[in-house]
Antibody, heavy 122, light 106 residues
Framework: QVQLQQSGPGLMKPSQTLSLTCAIS??????????WNWIRQSPSRGLEWLGR?????????DYAVSVKSRITINPDTSQNQFSLQLNSVTPEDTAVYYC????????????WGQGTLVTVSS | SYELTQPLSVSVALGQTARITCGGN??????VHWYQQKPGQAPVLVIY???NRPSGIPERFSGSNSGNTATLTISRAQAGDEADYYC?????????FGGGTKLTVL
C-alpha cells in the first residue's frame, strides 16, 4: 500500500520560500515508471498542477508555466521522498498543497498525500 | 491553454443515475481521468483513461469520452456519492483540471 506523508510549515510571509516534503512508503522515488507530482487547490484557482519529478535512467523535472520561474521539485533518494520549493510567495499562493503519485507516467494521480494548507499573509 | 468545462452542480435522486460532463475541444482524442473529493479530504481517483476503474471503486462508476464531451456516470446513486467531481487530462506538457462539479444526492 502506497502512502504519501507531507510535512512543512503552514504559515508564511510574502517573499519567503515555501518548502514542503513528501515522504514515500510502499514505492520508490527512483521508480522507472512513476512520476511524483505537486498539485495545489484554492477557491480562486481550483486544482492546479505545479510540476513533477521522475527517473528514467536520469532525473527529470517538469513545471507548470504559471510557476516555472519560481519552482523547484527535487528527489531525495536517501530519504525516499521528494520536495517542493516555491520562491517569492504572495497571498495568491495560499492554497492546500498536495503531493501525488502517477504510477504509470500517464498523468493521473492514483495516490495523494493528506494535503497541507499553506497560508501566505503578512 | 486547454480548458475543461464542467457544470457547477448536478443533482440526482437517491438510487437514480447521475451524469457529470466535462467539455473540451476534441476531448475525445485525449485520455480523461476523474476524481471524487469529499470535504476536507484529498481527491480520490475513480476513473482513469476515460473508462477504467481503479481497484476498490464500485462498478456503479463508469466513464465515456467522445467528440467534445467526456462523461462520468454514477449509477444507483448513494448518499455517500455526494462530493465534488473533477475531470483531468494531459495537454501541452501539463496536467489540466476542470473546475469541478458538486454532486448533490436528494
Amino acid at each position: 500500500q502506497v502512502q504519501l506523508q507531507q510535512s512543512g510549515p503552514g504559515l508564511m510571509k510574502p517573499s519567503q520560500t515555501l518548502s514542503l516534503t513528501c515522504a514515500i512508503s510502499g514505492d520508490s522515488v527512483s521508480s522507472n515508471s512513476a512520476t511524483w507530482n505537486w498539485i495545489r487547490q484554492s477557491p480562486s484557482r481550483g486544482l492546479e498542477w505545479l510540476g513533477r519529478t521522475y527517473y528514467r535512467s536520469k532525473w527529470y523535472s517538469d513545471y507548470a508555466v504559471s510557476v516555472k520561474s519560481r519552482i523547484t521539485i527535487n528527489p531525495d533518494t536517501s530519504q525516499n521522498q521528494f520536495s517542493l520549493q516555491l520562491n517569492s510567495v504572495t497571498p495568491e499562493d495560499t492554497a492546500v498543497y498536495y503531493c501525488a503519485r502517477d504510477n504509470q507516467g500517464i498523468a493521473v494521480a492514483d495516490y495523494w498525500g493528506q494535503g497541507t494548507l499553506v497560508t501566505v499573509s503578512s | 491553454s486547454y480548458e475543461l468545462t464542467q457544470p457547477l452542480s448536478v443533482s440526482v435522486a437517491l438510487g437514480q443515475t447521475a451524469r457529470i460532463t466535462c467539455g473540451g475541444n476534441n476531448i475525445g482524442s485525449k485520455h480523461v481521468h476523474w476524481y471524487q473529493q469529499k470535504p476536507g479530504q484529498a481527491p480520490v481517483l475513480v476513473i482513469y483513461r476515460d473508462s477504467n476503474r481503479p481497484s476498490g471503486i464500485p462498478e456503479r462508476f463508469s466513464g465515456s469520452n467522445s467528440g467534445n464531451t467526456a462523461t462520468l456516470t454514477i449509477s444507483r446513486a448513494q448518499a455517500g456519492d455526494e462530493a465534488d467531481y473533477y475531470c483531468q487530462l494531459w495537454d501541452s506538457s501539463a496536467w489540466v483540471f476542470g473546475g469541478g462539479t458538486k454532486l448533490t444526492v436528494l
